[in-house]
């Protein structure tokens, strides 16, 4: 069985974290994923506290297990959304955009451990240095927000920066990628594109379609020029972007043309005018399962890859 010191840090068993997902980790694929034995997070994305109290309620109903919240720090909430993970004593928090350093020591008092996302070896090391309990370095092959480097870069270098464990997202999907990110040095891994396949994860049936039928250049990064690239299914709303960008249109404009267009898809099944934040690895996507199927190929892949190694199983 494949354990990292992952597991013991967080009270899980395997090492796989569901990543938060605005619009799509809502209680049910979030207690899915802890229940079967990975770390489910819910994605507060710029919801109001109220929703994020009702979906930890909803959780607890469901499972006992750990689970965690991913704040988004520029969110106008995230000082009511902190409190509530505080109140709730959540056992696992991770932050997106901004540095989660002033709440570290409230969020320690209760037992929080605090896992912020990096794109880059120097944020990881100011990180560190403001005492969170691990990372998440996550390469530009992942869906959502996106930085510069790739995962297979990047990994190895945030590992070789800092003294606390590092998980590696962008880019896996099973078993091979499982044991990809242990051989960089990591001690896990987050996963959102795959999670959004899962028959727990309510996003509208029309991403799940496209998800299923996409190859492995069907995604596209748009806004560079806003400083906040997405990684995207291309459609029509993309090729605005790209054209729009082209022409040199401010920033501003770009930043307006995506405002609730991941909403519009996620949940309204708008595929061509919505924002269809997915990975790479939407090319492997064969097919709709259970979390707690999805977590099961992964563990087992990982150790029939492990086998088949030279040198594996000696
Ligand atoms: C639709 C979608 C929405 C996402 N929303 C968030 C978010 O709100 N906060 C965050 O920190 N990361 C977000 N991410 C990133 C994931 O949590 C995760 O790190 C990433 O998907 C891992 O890469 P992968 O897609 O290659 O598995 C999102 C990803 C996707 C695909």
Redesign the pocket.
């Known amino acids: 069985m494949i354990r990292t010191k992952l597991c013991d840090l967080l009270g899980i068993e395997y090492p796989i974290l ?8 809502t209680a049910e694929l979030v207690a899915a994923v802890s229940e079967a034995g990975g770390l489910g ?1 819910i ?3 710029q919801a109001p506290p109220e929703w994020l109290e009702e979906q930890v309620s909803k959780i607890r109903k469901i499972t006992n297990k750990p689970f965690g919240v ?1 704040v ?1 720090l520029m969110s106008p909430y995230a000082d009511q959304v902190m409190d509530i993970v505080i109140r709730e004593r959540i056992p696992v928090v ?4 901004g540095n989660p350093g002033k709440y570290v020591a409230g969020l320690k008092e209760v037992g929080t451990k605090v896992i912020p ?1 990096v794109p880059s070896v120097a944020l990881a090391k100011r990180m560190e240095r403001s005492g969170v309990d691990a990372i ?1 370095a ?2 530009g ?5 996106v930085g510069e480097q790739n995962t297979m870069p990047l990994v190895p270098q945030v590992v070789d920066a800092v003294n606390i464990p590092v998980i590696a ?5 099973d078993g091979r990628g499982l044991v990809a990110a242990l051989a960089l040095g990591a001690v896990g891994v ?7 396949c899962a028959s727990e994860c309510v996003i509208h049936d029309n991403v799940k379609k496209v998800l299923l039928k996409a190859k492995d250049r069907d995604t596209v990064v748009t806004g560079r020029s806003t400083g906040h690239p997405v ?1 995207v299914i291309k459609n029509k709303l993309a090729k605005r972007f790209e054209e729009l960008e082209m022409l040199g249109t401010p920033p501003e404009e770009l930043e307006k043309l995506g405002v609730g267009k ?1 909403r519009a898809a ?1 949940v309204d099944g708008d595929i061509e005018y919505g924002s ?6 939407c090319g492997m996507i064969k097919k709709i399962q259970p979390a707690k199927e999805i977590i099961e190929d992964i563990i087992t892949g990982a150790e029939e890859v492990l086998k088949r190694l030279p040198g594996g199983g000696n």
């Not at 987050?190 to 959004?196: S, Y």
């Open positions: 569901q990543g938060g997902m605005a619009w799509v980790s997070i994605g507060s994305g991913n988004m991770t932050t997106g955009a996302v998440i996550e390469g092959e992942s869906g959502g927000h997202a962008g880019g896996i999907f987050q996963m959102g594109t795959r999670f959004m990684r991941l996620m269809v934040m997915a990975g790479q690895v």
